[in-house]
């Protein structure tokens, strides 16, 4: 097991020693490639491309494509074919799918677009480049708190993954530092051309092979996952941390081939290759699990190989279970697991919050084979990957008979559940947990939970103030672009960049990061009936922002408009731009925002929220808003009852509805000025029928809730608390009636 004193105090040890110069170490591994010349991929011979930056820009190798004759074509045809399309050479894959087939270079959009045409040919693509997600960081050992989040301690008293082989298709994995592997690392097959070295040359693939199976409990170092499960090396990158399509597609097919149950990628590209996902549905097809990072551009897009449908897409979060700032997301991302982020220490270790695993720095020229091997920080999609594939290890051993699908299903059923019920864009089915995970019920699907109906449009705002805990009754969003902070629903200091909200009455509120790429937009809106007498709207927001020493003349735009039920913009209530200042955090505080809806009385509307980023945010920024409400200028203000004394002087002013018991006869009540004389102007209200309502206006000193009652037979009383001048001491008590007959008028006081 596990022995967490003993890695407490071996991290701080660390610490302590080496802390002074890893800063220097990282920045050197990150970016060692923009002073040298470096490749596409690790060729052994002079390099295609000027240097590493150039390498990143490439989106196929550029002299390379990939063919697939038809069945029916026989090998000397396929030559033949080859050198009449104007091939300078040609290699067959491993299995003989496909050719890797030369061209020259620069010429491969109009080599693709040639071969493709040609009837004896399936299929011609480029041969993508694809790239290892990741982004190490300059400060080490911090406490494994990723293996707590997904509840690895208790799952080892279950399963450690025995006897499951897990190919890391990666640079390779290196077994020379300290903590190692126990002896379950096979070093497998390289497929980089022009290399002969099956071991890592990057250190990518031997920090996420630790993640999955580093030693454990063995008093050295860190963790892993599945700690006894076989890593099965498979090189398709190499020493700069580049590949190919072809690469990993041979890689897939040899590693499903040489005894893999689960394949872990933690690279991929925004390219889908016909090749590769034919690759991936066979290796699928044999029983193999195949897991792949989503991609580090905090995009809405996945990339390949994790969006195709036999591969299972995994996005990353941080310590306080929020989407890391780099993780993509969208309609294919299936889990997210713990990748880190090293901007922060939210579990106050005072370390960034990365994930630290044994690995090597290459150092001197061109990266070449000297090492240094230390427990480094790395965070991406790329390590939260290795997080699921260790779960997927620990569910193997433990049911062996599991095919991909039902492996899947445990992987995603027993899921946090992070964002809205069930799977949705941002969390995918939620974090894994490796403990819920290898529970008796882990396949079957959850429960949904009631979908809340929508209210019908009304004269109110619906879960105005977020007291749902959701956007029920809200429609929140942005256009697609790469946002930092999408919408959140939280309680007090829950969400935001600054982790301060402050709910106007102690509830939630909906934060919204308002940070993101160029044209990012985002908005909030709900439909509302504004009432016939018209009405007011108003709500309260809070901005925030950090600037990060940069002044900016580019500013974020927030709006309060007003549409039609189309979309279409009717009126601006409120324009707001907010500009960097160079200052660091900046608290512009909470604010109520008031505005007359009036001319709108009568209408449905739709009170739109928009927020806009002309050009891309430097500095992070978050704006709250709480507490929605529409008051209609019909409802009357609440009215302070007064308490008379008796003699004095009253106008009726408030209305109050009396019904008639049946059994009495209807009376009259007579219209009067303040001294109760009659005015000679006014009649007297008609008699109203039986079971009529009759409108009194009472002021009242009763203390008590308690209706006066009217005798049969008797006219009309003074009201309460006016003076009756038949005794001229005496006056109505509260909750009396004065003595009259019918013959018998009230008395009037004299005018003055």
């Known amino acids: 097991m596990y022995q967490d004193s003993a890695l407490n105090s071996k991290f701080f040890i660390w610490s302590a020693i080496v802390k ?32 590493i930056k150039e390498a990143k820009k490439a989106r196929f190798v550029e002299d390379e494509i990939l063919v697939k004759f038809k069945a029916k074509v026989n090998e000397s045809d396929e030559k033949r074919i080859l050198k009449k399309l104007g091939a300078l050479s040609a290699k067959a894959s491993y299995g003989n799918r496909y050719h890797v087939v030369k061209v020259k270079s620069g010429n491969v959009p109009k080599m693709v677009k040639l071969f493709s045409e040609n009837p004896n040919i399936e299929y011609a693509e480029p041969n993508y480049v694809v790239q290892a997600y990741f982004t190490p960081n300059d400060e080490i050992f911090p406490f494994q708190w990723h293996l707590k989040q997904i509840n690895c301690e208790k799952a080892w008293d279950i399963s450690t993954g025995k006897g499951v082989v897990v190919a890391v298709i990666d640079s390779g994995v ?89 394949i872990n990628m933690s690279l991929g590209g925004p390219d889908s290759s016909i090749t590769m996902e034919r690759a991936v549905n066979e290796a699928h097809n044999k029983g193999v699990v195949l897991i792949a990072a989503a991609g580090n551009e905090s995009s809405s897009f996945i990339g390949f190989p994790a969006a195709y449908d036999n591969v299972i897409a995994v996005g990353s979060v941080r310590f306080d279970k929020k989407l890391s700032f780099f993780s993509n997301f969208g309609k294919k991302l299936d889990i997210v697991a713990p990748g880190g982020d090293t901007g922060i220490d939210q579990n106050g270790d005072d370390v960034p919050d990365g994930i630290i695993q044994e690995t090597f720095q290459p150092v001197g020229f061109l990266r070449l084979r000297e090492r240094i091997w230390d427990f480094f920080l790395f965070q991406g999609t790329s390590q939260a990957s290795p997080h699921v594939a260790g779960v997927a290890a620990l569910i193997l051993e433990q049911n062996p008979e599991f095919t991909p699908e039902t492996v899947r299903d445990a992987l995603q059923f027993s899921a946090k559940d992070l964002g809205t019920p069930g799977k949705d ?45 959701d956007f029920s009754n809200w429609t929140a969003g942005d256009n697609g672009l790469n946002a930092f902070m999408p919408w959140e629903v939280c309680q007090a200091s829950g969400c935001g960049w600054f982790n301060n909200n402050e709910p106007v009455e102690g509830g939630f509120n909906a934060v919204q990061g308002f940070d993101g790429a160029k044209n990012y937009e985002a908005f909030l ?32 735009i927030y709006e309060t408009q007003i549409r039609d039920l189309n979309n279409g913009e009717l009126k601006t209530l409120h324009h707001q731009e907010i500009l960097l200042n160079g200052k660091p955090v900046t608290d512009l505080g909470r604010q109520k925002r008031i505005f007359d809806v009036s001319e709108f009385a009568g209408q449905t509307i739709r009170v739109y929220i928009n927020l806009f980023v002309p050009e891309r945010a430097t500095g992070p920024a978050q704006i709250e808003f709480d507490d929605f409400k529409l008051t209609s200028f019909g409802e009357p203000e609440p009215v302070e009852t007064p308490t008379p004394t008796p003699h004095t002087q009253e106008t009726p002013e408030a209305t109050a509805t009396e019904t008639p018991d049946e059994t009495q006869e209807p009376t009259l009540t007579p219209e009067t000025g303040e001294t109760g004389e009659e005015t000679p102007d006014e009649t007297q209200k008609p008699t109203p029928e039986p079971g009529e309502t009759v409108e009194e206006t009472p002021e009242t000193t009763s203390t008590t809730n308690e209706t006066p009652t009217i005798t ?41």
């Open 425 to 469: 864009l941002r969390f995918g089915w939620g974090l894994v947990d490796a403990f819920a995970a290898l529970q008796p019920d882990a396949t079957v699907m959850p429960t949904p939970a009631p979908t809340p109906v929508p209210e019908p449009v009304s004269s109110k705002f619906r879960n105005g103030g977020f007291e749902t805990g």
């Open 174 to 262: 290196s077994s020379g530092g300290s903590d190692g592997f126990n002896g379950n690392l096979i070093i497998g097959k390289n497929f980089i051309p022009f290399s002969r070295d099956p071991e890592d040359e990057n250190g990518h693939g031997t920090h996420v092979a630790g993640t999955i199976a580093q030693a454990t409990d063995n008093g050295i170092g860190t963790a892993g996952v599945a700690f006894d499960a076989t890593i099965l090396a498979v090189k398709v990158l190499g020493r700069f941390g580049f590949g190919s399509s072809s690469g990993v597609t041979d890689g897939i097919r040899w590693a499903a081939d040489n005894g893999a149950h689960i």
């Open 525 to 556: 809106y709900q439909d509302i009936i504004v009432p016939k007498e018209g009405g007011e709207i108003s709500y309260h927001d809070r901005i925030q922002f950090d600037s990060q020493g940069i002044r900016s003349k580019l500013p974020r």
């Open 20 to 51: 002074k110069y890893l800063l220097i170490v990282l920045t050197a591994f990150l970016f060692t490639g923009l002073f040298t010349t470096g490749q596409a991929y690790s060729y052994d011979k002079p390099a295609k491309y000027k240097s």
């Open 712 to 752: 049969p037979g008797q006219e009309d009383t003074p009201e309460t608390g006016e003076t009756s001048s038949e005794t001229p001491e005496t006056t109505s008590t509260p909750g009396s009636v004065p003595d009259t007959t019918p013959e018998q008028e009230p008395e009037q006081e004299p005018e003055n």
